[in-house]
């Protein structure tokens, strides 16, 4: 039996936070927590000379993968290696559960062609066997592309996806009210021409006349195989109604404040961005991810697009809001754990995983010194 013992630490438990505290594990899972006495006879002995102790950061939604895959227009690298070094990546945030948010928009679309999203998601899903971390996929199901249904529910009856979000993208709703936006985004990241940015805009608002269709038809499913489902840029409290309607229990990403007080009221989870915290602001039209939380309505962070953001988010929140650090981490462990129905993690608690890290500051920015991914150490930095 693999056993370590961890000391000096200062435990962040969903409740409190514990100076100068100790954890037993046993068997990849925590064994006893602050234990009277342990017999140190075949023990691995770590201390972590007062770093914060806390479960692994369990993020619900990050698609950075597709920078690994395709840093800048046109450039695409081999998925192995992409897949690789979003791991590591994660690994450094202190990240152990990832959800690698995977969108499929159609075998025209360079980007996230359905046929490299459905292979990228089986070779996340192989490479658990090699990785540092616990990588798992969301699947993103675009509405406006009915197309891309059986790929989605392929991988979930395969055990590939464990979290299905409904996306529509269409300019003129949602994250795009203001088209503005995304006609930079696609003129800088996809390097489109005027003419080919006014040509993708009238497409998708064209292909948008059934999109509430397919979405319904898609939530049936997610609830019938038992798989939660998120809705994804709420702007207000009829889209949350419709969505809860439909077995929603996630709001990704709401953007006004009327969308996340209609989610909390119906007990939905809320979730918001870490860039969006750091920033001070949303890249959009959405509301203030610090101002949700601040009112509690929102209660899970995730990295959108940059791992790196998730851990000095906790810390800015506890700052700003006067929380002590167990209030603000748990933003990042307790909250998406029982959002994605993971029951065996997100804690540090007798008999969950001892997926954990050892966290400290330096010049203000939290750096992860230690990752164990079920009492295994998984990195270790310097």
Known sequence: MMRTYITGATLVTPQETIPDGCILIE????????????????????????DYLMPGLIDLHGDAIEQEICPRPRANLPLDFAIAQGDRKCALAGITTMFHAIGFHGDDDEYRNTNLMFELAQRIHAYNNHSLIDNKVHCRFEMTVPSTFPYIQNLTEEGVCILISLNDHTPGQGQYQDTTGIREWLKEKRGMSDAEVNRYIEERIEKAKDAEMHGAKMAEYAHSVGVPLASHDDEDAAKIQRRHS???????????????????????????????????????????????????????????????????????????????????????????????????????????????????????VPIVRTLWRQGHLALQTG
């Not at 006893?32 to 770590?46: H, K, W």
């Not at 918001?272 to 949700?292: E, F, H, K, W, Y």
């Open 27 to 50: 068997d990849g899972k925590i064994a006893a927590i602050n234990p009277s006495s342990v017999s140190l006879n075949g023990v691995t002995e770590v201390s972590v000379h007062g």
């Open 246 to 364: 439909q077995g929603a229990t996630i709001s990704e990403f709401p953007l006004s404040f009327e969308a996340a007080r209609a989610a909390k009221e119906r007990g939905m989870h809320t979730i918001v961005g870490a860039p969006n915290i750091l920033r001070g602001g949303s890249t959009g039209t959405g509301v203030r991810a610090m101002d949700l939380i601040g009112a509690e309505l929102g209660d899970c962070l995730c990295s959108d697009y940059a791992p790196s953001a998730l851990l000095p988010a906790v810390f800015r929140v506890a700052r700003e809001h006067g929380w002590q650090m167990h209030r603000a981490v748990n933003l990042v462990t307790t909250a998406p754990a029982a959002a994605a129905r993971l029951t065996d993690r997100g804690a540090l608690r007798e008999g969950l995983r001892a997926d954990l890290i050892s966290v400290r500051e330096h010049a203000g």
